[in-house]
């Protein structure tokens, strides 16, 4: 990829049930725990979508696998 453009993704997290079972499939153990611990169907879905979408995407720039990469949270929760 061009190391001179900016790429803009977009997706929606409303998604089939096998679309959000690919990026189930994405999802390293820790982030499994935290979706299986959401009680709405619809927000566990979009949480699994918008985790294994980023993983996918990344994974294109990376050279890795969706499941090889880390992210660390701040106090705050945040990913950095």
């Known amino acids: 990829m061009d190391e001179d453009v900016i790429y803009i993704w977009g997706f929606l997290l409303e998604a ?13 153990p820790e982030e499994l725990v935290r979706a299986h611990r959401i009680k709405s169907d619809q927000q566990r879905g979009h949480f699994m979508v918008a985790h294994g979408v980023l993983r996918l995407v990344l994974s294109l720039y990376s050279d890795r696998g969706p499941r090889e990469l880390s992210f660390h949270n701040v106090p705050s929760e945040k990913p950095i």
């Open 16 to 28: 089939e049930p096998d679309t959000i079972e690919r990026c189930r499939q994405c999802l390293p």
